[in-house]
């Protein structure tokens, strides 16, 4: 399929982000709607992630986006006819220190608030809730019964698949190489298979955003990070296994298949673009599993992957449109948390660019708050 000579609204970027802004832009009536993306769908971050889905966030804004995401993706199957293997089996964050403690009560009092019915728990509770852990250390959780993980795949095609339905039109392998400007108007959009003509262009790029950013002179502050899955070997199925976090470490695990998947933030990793799984974060994640599941330790892995995080300076996205250049939104920058929010994330791009109030106030996740002071940093959790 050659690209056309011109489409009212240009996506860049086709992952799950992309895909829910295509789809959400198609279904209220909006034609000509063009995505690009320079690989397979959903072959940037989001089909390397964890598939988590919670609404535990620390505020409003992002309780308020998780919530409305979560109310989707419980109906996604009969929206889209497509299964996507959601599994509501909790979020179960463990608190080794007290002023984690201290900021989890906080929140789950401002969860509670909005509808959200997460609570605290003591150690003993969190062992019942997760038996494969070690509750030595431990003073508390915070857990969420709604909570849980889906297949990031089916989501990408579910969304991409009704797109199409309404008449959005999906390009892979193609490569946007510049977006042509005049008097801070966009005017095209160029790629290595030809340009198209357009007035709007909406950045859904990921980790590559900041260099979607640089073609029209807007700063969006996101840079990519390595992060790392490995599988486990059989664990008993009927063994409990809700998304359990300790927070103190970043390691978290959760089921997949027979066995688990588990991963770790390294705080020792540079920014880049390689995706090249490396050795240097198993010692690290070793301590944490002997420390916290030693009954995991004689389990053997399976294999892994490794993907990436697109991080902002507070660990929030950025949602908004530009200032200084007519009609280019962005929808970037999730630092982890873009799988999770990107039904309520297409609604609101979608709303923005016909010039609706947005179904939820964006505006603290515009990228001009950077210029100011140090926004609130969300905790940077799966």
Known sequence: MSLPSFARIVIIGGGVIGTSIAYHLAAAGVSDVVLLERGELGSGSTCKAAGGVRTQFSDTVNIQIAARSMAAYSRFHLDHGQEIDLRTVGYLFLLSRPDDVT??????????????????VDPDEAKRLSPLIDTEGL??????????????????????????RRGARLFTRCTVTGIQLAGGEIRAVDTDRGSIATNT??????AWSAAVGEMV???????????????????????????????ATAYYFRREGRGLLIGMSDPDVRPGFSTTPTDDW???????????????????????????????????????????VSRFLYAAGFSGHGFMQAPAVGEVVSDLVLGCEPCIDIGSLHADRFRGEVPRTEFAYV
């Open 217 to 247: 002179g807007v700063d969006l502050p996101v840079l990519p990070y390595r992060r790392q899955i490995i599988f486990t070997g059989p664990v008993d199925a009927t063994i409990p296994a809700p998304f359990t976090i300790d927070f």
């Open 139 to 164: 003073l508390a959780a915070a857990y969420s019964p709604q909570d849980g993980h889906c297949t990031p795949e089916s989501v990408v095609l579910g969304y991409a698949t009704a797109a199409r």
């Open 282 to 324: 198993l010692p690290r994640l070793t301590a944490a599993v002997r420390e916290r599941t030693p009954g995991l330790m004689d389990v053997g892995l399976s294999g892994g992957w490794a993907g990436l995080y697109e991080v902002t300076p507070d660990h929030n996205a950025l949602i908004g449109e530009s200032t200084t």
């Open 103 to 120: 900021a989890f009560e906080q929140n789950v009092a401002l969860q509670n608030s909005l509808g959200i019915p997460t609570r605290m």
């Open 201 to 206: 262009v909406i950045c859904a790029a990921g």
